[in-house]
């Protein structure tokens, strides 16, 4: 794909994208958005749920809405949170329910934090899920 000039790419653009390419477009933007068409292709693009949440988003802006990030993040089960301690590796997992750490079923991510360092701590801000 690097070796690719511009009238190839915009032949490759008009491929995928059924029209004519920007006018002003540079080459590194053609070949950026028809390799991201190719390995679509390839692979899949985005998942339905991602797409329709970009539409929204891109809805949202059109209508003048002020976009502000999510204040809380939500953390999956099945994600591994990992943290060093004072020389000492501590991972957690996030379950349904809570948090597992050493095999052990826990509320909060606090709870953990104080159960290793003897000290309160935010949970989320110890295992660097949230900024200070």
Not at 16 to 37: C, D, I, M, N, T
Not at 52 to 69: M, Y
Not at 99 to 109: G, T
């Amino acid at each position: 794909m690097q070796a690719l000039s511009k009238p190839e790419l915009e032949t490759e653009w008009r491929k995928y994208f059924k029209g004519k390419p920007p006018q002003r477009a540079s080459v590194e933007f053609l070949r950026g958005h028809v390799v991201w068409q190719q390995q679509a292709k390839q692979f899949g693009g985005l998942k339905r749920t991602t797409s329709t949440q970009i539409q929204n988003l891109a809805k949202r802006l059109r209508s003048g809405v002020d976009l502000t990030p999510e204040t809380e993040l939500t953390i999956k089960p099945g994600t591994r949170l990992i943290r060093q301690y004072k020389g000492e590796k501590h991972e957690v997992m996030v379950t349904e329910q809570g948090f597992r750490y050493k095999e052990q079923d826990f509320k909060s991510l606090s709870t953990i934090a104080r159960h290793i360092t003897g000290t309160n701590w935010n949970g989320r801000v110890f295992f660097g899920v949230k900024k200070r």
